[in-house]
């Protein structure tokens, strides 16, 4: 550990000085929130230089920018060797339910984790665990016909480490920058992922058909070497904890209850669930699609050009919904991206040219990623600041439980008739769930819903 970090471990009991700095974390956390319910803003050059200034923020976001690359280089290249290995749309949605049940299992559970101890920490161990497994993977991978479920083992594994980490990383952001220097840090926080769905695939489908999967799993587990470096350079003050906070099991649950409570919070959630689980289909069979409809290789570099060319367009949707539409009521919202989605959506699955596909990839990124940030930010803007974490991670639980079975659905539904057909019943999905989508407050008085008790 760098000499200059803190140690944390101590007895588990603050003393006044810690106590204040929890504090402050915790109001600076909540502002954090609220520059994220806001949407993507701009980065002012005043506010760029200031998040930059923060040595313990710039080493974070460097490893952070690192490990996402190679994360999104492993996924991508994962599908592909997949369905390369087997040829079937069924294993290449077991790959998918390996690789994102853990956030169903273990996300609550992560943000709990990150409200009691040190978070710092936490992504430490959970980046070690990733990293451990992903060159496990790499090895793996170098058999000419490796065993099915042991490798299947391997990428739950892998997603169990991602779980535990993002609550924990994404609760430090903000204790690492000073208070008027939130909003930069958010936008660059937000840059740094989005951006890396589009740099990783890119990446990873030119190193896939040059040196093989092995090499590029190898190169993510060297990334997660980066991101531990960075954070054994961190120094963080630790979570703040009164004496009444309640019991870990209270609190795992205040999030479900405060959640069931509210109908737009509900509603909300229900929507990501049910988007999840009957519309999201074209990503865990984009290899089956780019190889059966448009004739890419999924070893080929356009493969992962392809999958770039998606990410950029989920990019743009994230940003127009904090520039381009902000001032559009976001119940409205909703319901355009999801009207939005679907058309895309068919047109998506009704193209069989390669060079249809780039354009058609990036109008169903635009419109997808669209849904699920207006979505996000009615919950954000609904839920109390005390529990907005628990909440948060519910719905976070409700996208990992229905996407892991929707891709299962939609390998049985490839298997059985076509790709295209999972696009055409996410589109009519997508059109019931339009209808459905009513965020609008109808009840009187305040619209935050404080923590149930």
């Known amino acids: 550990m760098a000499e200059h970090a803190r140690d944390h471990l101590g007895d588990g009991q603050p003393n006044d000085s810690e106590a204040s700095t929890g504090e402050a974390s915790a109001d600076l956390a909540s502002e954090f929130e609220d520059a994220v319910e806001q949407g993507d803003r701009p ?18 976001f460097t490893g952070a920018v690192v490990s996402n690359i190679g994360t999104w280089m492993q996924t991508v290249v994962l599908a592909a060797f997949a369905y390369d290995l087997t040829g079937s749309a069924i294993f290449v949605s077991l790959v998918a339910f390996a690789n994102l049940v853990p956030q169903l299992l273990f996300s609550l559970p992560g ?10 920490r936490v992504v430490i161990w959970a980046t070690v665990w990733q990293m451990v497994f992903s060159f496990g993977l790499a090895a793996m991978v170098t058999q000419t016909d490796p065993a099915r479920a042991p490798l299947l083992l391997l990428v739950f594994a892998v997603g169990i480490g991602n779980a535990v980490q993002a609550p924990a990383y994404s609760a430090l952001l903000p204790t690492l920058v000073p208070r008027d220097a939130i909003q930069g840090a958010i936008s660059l926080s937000s840059a740094n992922f989005n951006l890396s769905r589009v740099i990783g695939p890119a990446i990873g489908g030119v190193l896939y058909s040059t040196v093989g999967a092995s090499w590029v799993f190898a190169l993510n587990g060297l ?3 980066v991101m531990i470096f960075a954070m054994r350079k961190v120094d963080a003050p630790l979570p703040h904890r009164s004496a009444e906070d309640p019991s870990a099991v209270r609190r795992l649950l205040t999030g479900f209850t405060t959640a069931k409570r509210d109908p737009v919070l509900w509603r909300s959630i229900t929507v990501m669930g049910l988007f999840s689980l009957a519309c999201m289909g074209f990503v865990t069979q984009f290899p089956v699609q780019a190889s059966e409809n448009f004739g890419i290789s999924t070893d ?18 994230a940003l127009g919904i904090g520039f381009l539409f902000k001032n559009r009521p976001l119940e409205q919202l909703v319901r355009l991206s999801l009207i939005g989605f679907a058309i895309t959506l068919l047109l998506y699955g009704a193209v069989h040219s390669p060079v249809l596909a780039f354009p058609a990839a990036f109008l169903l990124g635009i419109n997808y990623f669209a849904v699920i940030t207006s979505t996000m930010t009615v919950l954000q803007r609904r ?14 639980m409700a996208v990992g439980g229905a996407l892991p079975v929707g891709s299962l659905i939609a390998g049985w539904i ?11 019943v996410g589109s009519i999905c997508a059109v019931l769930l339009a209808l459905y989508a009513d965020m609008r407050d109808h009840t009187p008085g305040d619209t935050t819903v404080a923590p149930a008790s």
């Open 223 to 225: 990334t997660f070497f």
């Open 43 to 60: 980065i002012a050059p005043g506010s760029f230089r200031a998040v930059l200034a923060g040595r313990d923020f710039r080493y974070a």
């Open 383 to 396: 839920v109390d600041d005390a529990v907005r974490g628990r909440v948060v991670a519910v719905a976070m």
């Open 111 to 120: 943000g709990t984790l990150a409200d009691s101890v040190d978070r710092r």
């Open 300 to 317: 080929s570099p356009v493969y992962g050009l392809l999958y770039a060319t998606l990410a950029g367009g989920s990019l743009v949707g």
């Open 414 to 424: 490839v298997e059985a008739s076509d790709v295209s057909v999972v696009c055409v």
